[in-house]
């Protein structure tokens, strides 16, 4: 019921993303919140966001002709 709703929820929201940024979060938790835990995901999500640089640069480049 409820995990079946949420997957088709996740897919149809991915549908509509021009860029997908997943940072491997593999062995943290809802509970990973300690100082420790917390500055390891920031840093995990920075990552993979520049990974995804490239594709946010043509993301950026097409908005700033779209508003000439």
Known sequence: G????????????????????NPD????SAASFSDKKVIKMIEKG???????MKDLLKI??????QHK
């Open 60 to 65: 950026n480049k097409k908005i700033q002709k």
């Open 2 to 21: 409820d995990v079946y709703k949420r997957q088709n929820q996740y897919q149809e929201n991915l549908r509509h993303v021009n860029v997908y940024i």
């Open 25 to 28: 979060l593999k062995g943290f």
């Open 46 to 52: 920075e990552e993979a966001g520049k990974k995804a």
